[in-house]
C-alpha cells in the first residue's frame, strides 16, 4: 500500500530526520482539537448519552429512592425524523451528483465520469450505509468525516479444487494471478462406474483409466481501487485554528491497527513497536467511552481480547498524520503523510494532501466544527425530562399518599395492612388521618411540556407537521397545511443544500481525482441497465467539471407534480422549436427517479444513444427529385390513361364480337330451324302426295280436280281431301253454303 522510503536523509540538503519528524508531528498532535478531551469532546460525549436516552450527566436519576428516572427522547427523535428526508434527498436515485462539462468537447466524458463516480460509490463501496453513518454523525457530533483513499493493496487468497480435469487445470495455471502450491493427480473416481455403464451396452473401457487432480492455488486478488470509509469524530485530529480541512495545517486519523495489519501493509520499524510504544488516548476517548458504555459492559478496554503468544493480532494506535511541511529543506512546504505508532515512525511519504472530507449542518463562520442538531435540542430535552419527572412523581404520590398516626394510639399493624374493607383499631376518634401535602397540577404539567415541545421544535426547525402527525393538521385546510409543511421543511432543505455544497461536492470531486489518477486499466461496470467500458484515464487532463449535486425543492410528491406540470408547459414550448427530444429525456428521467425508479433507462431511450439523424439534402438535390417526381407521376397519369383506354376499347370489342357471334348463333339457329321445318314439311307434303296419287288412280279424277277421296268420299278442289258426309252433315245445308 505504501512505498518503502529510505528513513536516513543521506543525500537531501537540509532534509529532515525522524527524530525531527517525531517532534514536529509531536507538536501538531498536542495542539489539535478534541486530543486529550477538552471542551469539544466533551459537548460530543453529551450529545451522545442525550441521543441514547441514558440518565448520566446532566439525566441523572435523582438520588432519592423512589422517584421518577424518566428520561425525554428530543434528540433521538429529532434526529431520527430528520434522517429519512435527508438520506433520501442523496440516495433517492443512482446518481447522486453530476460532473456538468465546461467545454463542449468535454460532454461525453462528463457523462461518462458522472456514471463512474457513482457507480464507485454505491457499487464498490457501501454507498448508503457510508452516506448514512456520515449525516448521523453530523447531526449528532457537530461534523461528520468520512476518509477517501486509493487503496492499491493486494491480497493472496487461499483456493483448493477438487478432481479437476487437464482442461480445467490448464485453465487455472493459464491465470496471471494464480500461483500453484500443490498439484496432486490421482485416479478418476468415476472412471470405475464409466467402466460398468460401457460393459452393459457391450463395450470395453480404456485400458488406462483417466487423470484427475486435486489443486491447492494462491489467488492475488485486486488491482487497487478507491476506498472510502467513514471516521468517529474522536479518531480525527485536526488543528485548532482550522477553518476547512484543505486550509489546516495539521489533520489526523488515529486509528487501531494489528502488527500484522501493519505487517500485511508494508509498513517499516514495525518489530519496534513496543508494548509501551503505542499512543492510547484513541481508546481513553470519553466520546467513545461513552458511546460503548450503552451496551457494553467493558467500555474502557480497546481490542479484542488476545492471547499473548500470538504477537501478531496485538492492537495498536498508530496516527496518519496528514501537514505542510518542508521536508527537503527547499523553502516550500509541500503536503506530506507521517505514519507514526507512539514514538516509532512507521512511514513517511509525499502526497496530495489529507483524504477527508467533511459536513456539518449548521456551520459557523470561520470554524471548521459547527452546530449538530442535537446540540439544539438538549435543553428542550433536558427540560422536558425535568416537568415529566415531576409530573410523574406528583402522580405517584397522589395515588399512594402518606398517612399520619398518633403513637400509641393506633394499632400500627392494621394501619400497614391495605386491604379492601380492612379494619384498623384506633384508641381515639383523630388518631389517623391522612396527610396535608401538596397535590399534582398535571393540567399545568401538561401545558409545560407543550411549551417545551413548541420551544424545541421553534430550535430545530422540525415541526410536528414535517413528521405528519399533528392531529391539528385534520382540522385545517390542505393549503394550509402544505404551506406548514412546506416551511417546516425549508430548514432540511437547507442543511441539505449545506451538505452537497460541502462534503459532497468534495466527495465527487476526490472520488474522480483518485480514479484518473491511478486507475491504469478500463474497467467494465453495468450503468444503467448496460455494460460500458470506462476508462478514467482520458479524465486526467479533464478536470474542468462543475459538480452539480441534485436537490429538488419540496417533497416526492410535490416534484412530481412540479414535473407533471413542466411536461405540460414543454409541450407547447416544443411547438415554437424550444424544446427537443434531449430536454424531453432529462424531464422524463427527473420524473422516473422522483417516482422511486432508479434506472430510467429502462423506459425512456437516452437521445445520445439513437442512431444519428442523416444530415438535411441539398435543395438543389430536392427540387431535382420534385421535378423528377412530377415527370413521373405525369408519365405514370399517361400511362395510366393510355391503359385505360385500351381497356376500354378492348372492352367495347369484346362486347362487338359477342354481339356478332350471338347474331349468327342466332341466324345460323334459325336457318337450320327453317330447313328442318322445310324438310319436315316437304316430308309431310310428300306423304299427303303419296295418298292422293294413289286415291285418284284408282277412282278416277273429277272435274276441276275433285274427285273422290281414297275411302270412296267425294274430294274437295285443289286436291284436299274432305271428309265424308261434307263439313257437317247432321248440321243440313246452311244458307250461302
Known amino acids: 500500500m505504501f512505498d518503502d522510503e529510505d528513513d536516513s536523509t543521506a543525500g537531501q540538503p537540509g532534509g529532515m530526520t525522524d527524530a525531527e519528524l517525531i517532534a514536529v508531528t509531536d507538536e501538531q498532535i ?3 482539537v478534541a486530543y486529550m478531551g477538552g471542551t469539544l469532546s466533551e459537548q460530543r460525549r453529551r450529545n451522545e448519552y442525550f441521543y441514547l436516552a441514558q440518565p448520566v450527566g446532566e439525566l441523572s436519576a435523582p438520588a432519592i429512592d423512589g422517584r421518577s428516572s424518566v428520561v425525554s427522547t428530543d434528540v433521538a427523535d429529532t434526529v431520527e425524523w430528520m434522517l429519512p428526508s435527508l438520506v433520501k434527498t442523496f440516495c433517492g436515485s443512482d446518481q447522486v451528483c453530476e460532473f456538468q462539462p465546461r467545454r463542449q468537447q468535454d460532454e461525453a466524458a462528463a457523462k461518462q465520469a458522472t456514471d463512474y463516480v457513482n457507480y464507485v460509490l454505491f457499487k464498490q463501496n457501501p454507498g448508503f450505509s457510508l452516506i448514512y453513518t456520515w449525516i448521523k454523525d453530523a447531526l449528532i457530533q457537530k461534523n461528520g468525516v468520512m476518509k477517501v483513499w486509493w487503496d492499491a493493496s493486494r491480497e493472496d487468497v487461499r483456493e483448493t479444487y477438487r478432481s479437476i480435469g487437464e482442461a480445467e487445470l490448464q485453465i487455472l495455471l493459464n491465470d496471471p494471478g494464480v500461483e500453484p502450491i500443490t498439484i496432486t493427480p490421482k485416479a478418476d473416481p468415476g472412471a470405475h462406474e464409466v467402466a460398468e455403464n460401457l460393459a452393459a451396452v457391450g463395450m470395453q473401457a480404456p485400458a488406462a483409466p483417466a487423470t484427475v487432480y486435486d489443486v491447492v492455488v494462491k489467488r492475488q486478488t485486486g488491482s487497487g481501487r478507491v476506498r472510502i470509509e467513514n471516521v468517529p469524530p474522536e479518531e480525527f485530529l485536526i488543528s485548532h485554528s482550522a477553518k476547512s480541512i484543505d486550509t489546516a495545517a495539521f489533520c489526523a486519523h488515529r486509528v487501531e491497527k494489528t502488527i500484522s495489519d501493519l505487517r500485511a501493509a508494508g509498513y517499516a520499524n514495525v518489530d519496534e513497536i513496543g508494548s509501551d510504544a503505542t499512543d ?34 496485538r492492537v495498536v494506535w498508530i496516527t496518519e498524520c496528514y501537514l505542510r511541511l518542508d521536508f527537503n529543506g527547499d523553502g516550500i512546504a509541500e503536503w506530506r503523510k507521517i505514519v507514526r505508532c507512539g514514538s516509532v515512525l512507521l512511514d513517511h511519504e509525499e502526497c496530495d494532501g489529507p483524504p477527508f472530507v467533511s459536513i456539518t449542518p449548521i456551520p459557523l463562520p470561520h470554524r471548521f466544527f459547527g452546530l449538530s442538531i442535537a446540540d439544539l435540542a438538549i435543553e428542550p430535552q433536558k427540560l422536558k425530562t425535568s416537568l415529566l419527572r415531576a409530573g410523574l412523581d406528583g402522580l405517584y404520590h397522589s395515588i399512594n399518599g402518606r398517612t399520619y398516626a398518633i403513637d400509641g394510639q393506633v394499632n400500627l399493624d392494621d394501619l400497614l395492612t391495605s386491604r379492601p374493607g380492612g379494619v384498623v383499631r384506633i384508641k381515639s376518634p383523630g388518631a389517623v388521618g391522612a396527610l396535608s401535602e401538596g397535590r399534582p397540577d398535571l393540567g399545568a404539567a401538561q401545558a409545560m411540556l407543550e411549551y417545551a415541545e413548541v420551544a424545541k421544535e421553534n430550535r430545530t426547525g422540525f415541526t410536528r407537521y414535517s413528521q405528519g402527525t399533528s392531529a391539528q393538521a385534520l382540522n385545517q385546510t390542505a393549503t394550509g397545511v402544505n404551506l406548514i409543511t412546506n416551511r417546516a421543511d425549508s430548514r432540511i432543505e437547507l442543511i441539505a443544500r449545506v451538505f452537497a455544497e460541502t462534503g459532497f461536492r468534495d466527495l465527487f470531486t476526490r472520488i474522480l481525482k483518485l480514479v484518473s489518477q491511478y486507475q491504469d486499466q478500463a474497467s467494465m461496470a453495468r450503468v444503467n441497465g448496460q455494460w460500458v467500458n470506462f476508462d478514467p484515464r482520458a479524465w486526467r487532463t479533464q478536470f474542468d467539471f462543475s459538480v452539480a449535486v441534485g436537490i429538488g425543492t419540496g417533497n416526492k410528491d410535490q416534484q412530481v407534480q412540479h414535473l407533471m406540470m413542466l411536461g405540460q408547459v414543454m ?24 417516482l422511486g425508479f432508479k434506472e430510467p433507462d429502462l423506459f425512456f431511450t437516452d437521445p445520445a444513444n439513437s442512431p444519428p439523424k442523416p444530415p438535411p439534402p441539398n435543395p438543389l438535390m430536392l427540387k431535382l427529385q420534385a421535378d423528377q417526381q412530377e415527370a413521373a ?51 309431310s307434303e310428300a306423304m299427303v302426295d303419296d295418298g292422293r296419287t ?20 267425294p274430294g274437295l278442289p285443289g286436291g284436299v281431301f274432305q271428309p265424308q258426309g261434307g263439313p257437317d252433315a247432321g248440321m243440313g245445308i246452311q244458307p250461302g253454303a
Not at 573 to 592: D, H, M, S, V, W
Open 694 to 713: 294413289e286415291h285418284n288412280a284408282a277412282a278416277g279424277a273429277a272435274p276441276g280436280g275433285i274427285g273422290p277421296g281414297g275411302d270412296g268420299q
Open 571 to 594: 409541450q407547447q414550448a416544443a411547438q415554437i422549436g424550444l424544446c427537443g427530444p434531449r430536454e424531453f429525456y432529462n424531464a422524463a428521467r427527473k420524473l422516473t427517479e422522483s
Open 633 to 683: 407521376g405525369k408519365l405514370a397519369l399517361e400511362r395510366e390513361k393510355a391503359q385505360m383506354e385500351h381497356q376500354l376499347q378492348r372492352e367495347r370489342l369484346e362486347a362487338e364480337i359477342a354481339l356478332k357471334r350471338e347474331e349468327l348463333t342466332l341466324k345460323f339457329q334459325f336457318q337450320r330451324e327453317a330447313d328442318l321445318y322445310g324438310r319436315l314439311y316437304a316430308q
Open 30 to 32: 498536542r495542539q489539535s
Open 280 to 313: 492510547n488516548a484513541g481508546a481513553m476517548s470519553g466520546e467513545r467511552v461513552q458511546r460503548r458504555s450503552f451496551d457494553d459492559d467493558m467500555p474502557h478496554e480497546f481490542g479484542d481480547a488476545q492471547s499473548e503468544a500470538d504477537e501478531s493480532q
